[in-house]
Every structure is written in C-alpha cells, then in structure tokens.
C-alpha cells in the first residue's frame, strides 16, 4: 500500500471527495444503435442545461458542472475541494441491457471519464462502470480499466434484483482483489419503488434501504471472507446499515439457520473492513457513525452535483468539533487508503 501517514495541520489539508457523478456533455443515440429503447439520451434545450431522457420520458435535469471538468474545477475551488473521485450516474449501469451492448456503453463511459483524468490529473480520480450482468465481459472491463489508468470501479446495490453475494460476481470481486482496483457501490433499481411512488421516497428511503441489502448479502454471502483483500466503499453513510447493525447482529443470534448459512461469523466484526461516505446531513449521526463504523473508514463524499448531496462538500465534517487527526481522517486520509492512492500528486505546493 503506498498510503504514507502525515499531519498536514501544519501545511495543507487535502478534500477528496468520493462520491461525484460525471457524464459526458454528448451521449450516442444507443437506441438507434442497438435497435431498442430504455437508454439514456441528452436533450440540450439551452446553454448549460439539459435534459437526461429515458426514450421518451423525462429522468433529470442537469446542468453544465455534470458534464464540464472546468466548471467543476472552479466550483470546486469555491468549495476548497482538491480532488474529486468521478463515476458515472447509476441510471446510466445499463445492467438491463443485452451484454455486449451494456460492455459498449461502459467502454465509452470509462474513456470519457480516463480522458477527464488525463487531462486534470491533479484534480480528479476517475472509476469506471462494468457490464455487471456479464461476468467474463465485466472482469475484462475491470482489465481495461487498470490498463487507462482509472483507480476502480463504481457498482449498482443489486444487479437486476440479484444480490451481490451470488457467486457469479464473484469473479468480479477476485479481479477487484487482484488488480488493487477500489470498489465503490451505489444504489440502484430500488426496492419498493412501485410502492413507493410517491415524495420521492425511493430516494429518500429506498436508496438507504438498497445499501444496507448490498452490504449485508456480502457480509451474510461471505464475500468479505472470500476476497480479505478486496477494498470497498460505500455509497450515503452506509444507508440503513450502521442504524440496524444492533438488529442485524441480533438476528444472526437468535435466528442462525436463516442468517449464517453461508458465513457464521458475527456481522459486527466486519464493522471496520470496509469503507463509507461521509453523506447523511447530520452532524449527530455522523459522530454516531464515526463511533461505530470507525474513524478510519468514512470518507468525505458528497453526491456533487446532485441535489440530495452535500451542498459545500466537506462543511459538515469542517464544522464539528472532532479529536486531533479524524477531520483529517475523515476529509483525505482515508480516501487515500481506499484508493491505494498516493497523496503527493495532490498537493498544492
């Protein structure tokens, strides 16, 4: 691991934000391409705004600090941020679609974000999007992604309604492993949201709910004794998972024959091998998460440029009163570790 410790209270201190989402300012017709509809399309209506377009029906409206690095360079520096970890927008996973067309798809979306880094090297770390429904493309994927010089890969929760413990992603997770590539895992395809139509509460409850499935199938799948190596982040403080790990933990102790079936080792001891954002909008729970999950394993993340995100990234962490070295923990320290990342590069001198 190249992660050196230093204090930099006296020089510098670094923000590294995981968790932002970039697209590029132009999209391909992949409709047209590939012969059927559900892909994502642009619809630039005026300067600096469009619209994201699912076929025929309206998904989000986005403006230019989505798609150009220099606007988010310059709000960035508005934020004091240094470094931003970009990843695609989980709409844009394709995990639904025909194999070869998905690995089509995440090969454009990977140069684009490489391109981006290459350009602004200092600036951003880039992960990239994998064909998830196809294993053998998806590994092969991870291999390019090594090879043009991204850092890791970004996830969905569930593929399809299958949970990441299924042993046909496991190559996936023994390619991450291998190769030093980071795991970042978003939510995605939410439970409940035909249920949940309404207030936006597959965003609000949903996507917490969808993040605690994906970190407890791999906790009760095994997957973190299977790959020990393997360095996973995830997405909005964990979800529901750090709130429920008393009622997880206790599950596993009454009802074993449901919960340890294919690991029988207590939920909590995982509390420390794996990594979460920073994002939850309050400074109580956060100091509630750094008690349990650790301070060595939230970084500052802040679903820049989106509106359930962070405003300023880092304000929250900034504002509270914390114990020499987790601010500095929380804000780069730690996003370095995950990443396997020097900090050198990323000083400003």
Not at 118 to 135: E, K, V, Y
Not at 251 to 262: E, F, M, N, Q, S
Not at 267 to 285: C, N, Q
């Amino acid at each position: 691991m190249h992660f050196k410790s230093f204090n930099y209270l006296s020089t510098v201190c670094l923000k590294i934000d995981i968790h932002t989402h970039i697209l590029p300012e132009k999209l391909p017709r992949w409709a047209d391409k590939f012969g059927y509809g559900g892909f994502i399309h642009l619809d630039h209506h005026k300067a600096g705004c469009a619209r994201m377009m699912r076929d025929d029906e309206f998904f989000r409206e986005i403006q230019e600090n989505c798609w150009d690095p220099q606007v988010r360079i310059n709000e960035s520096n508005g934020h004091k941020v240094n470094v931003q970890v970009l990843s695609t927008i989980p709409v844009l996973f394709n995990y639904w679609a025909k194999p070869k067309d998905c690995l089509d798809t995440s090969r454009f979306l990977n140069d684009h974000i490489a391109g981006v880094v290459n350009d602004f090297p200092s600036r951003f770390i880039g992960l990239g999007t994998i064909p998830m429904q196809a294993p053998e493309l998806a590994v092969k994927e991870i291999e390019r992604c090594k090879k043009i010089g991204l850092r890791g890969v970004e996830i969905g929760s569930n593929v399809n309604d299958l949970n990441l413990n299924e042993p046909q992603f496991f190559p996936i997770s023994a390619a991450c492993e291998q190769l030093g590539m980071s795991l970042f895992v978003h939510p995605w395809n939410m439970l409940g949201t035909k249920q949940m139509s309404r207030y936006w509460l597959p965003w609000l409850v949903g996507m917490t709910a969808e993040t605690s499935r994906a970190i407890c199938s791999m906790i009760f799948g095994g997957v973190f004794e299977r790959f020990p190596k393997l360095r996973i982040a995830f997405a909005h403080g964990g979800g529901a998972f750090p709130s429920g790990i008393g009622r997880i933990e206790q599950g596993y102790k009454v009802r074993p024959d449901l919960t340890a079936i294919d690991n029988d080792v207590n939920p909590k001891e995982y509390l420390g091998r794996f990594y979460i954002d920073s994002l939850v909008h309050d400074a109580k729970f956060l100091r509630y998460l750094i008690d349990v999950m650790g301070k060595e394993n939230i970084c500052l993340g802040s679903d820049y440029p989106f509106p359930l995100g962070e405003a300023v990234p880092g304000k929250l962490i900034e504002s509270m009163r914390m114990v020499k070295g987790v601010k500095e923990n929380l804000l780069f320290s730690n996003a370095l570790r995950w990443l396997d990342e020097t900090e050198d590069k990323f000083l400003i001198k």
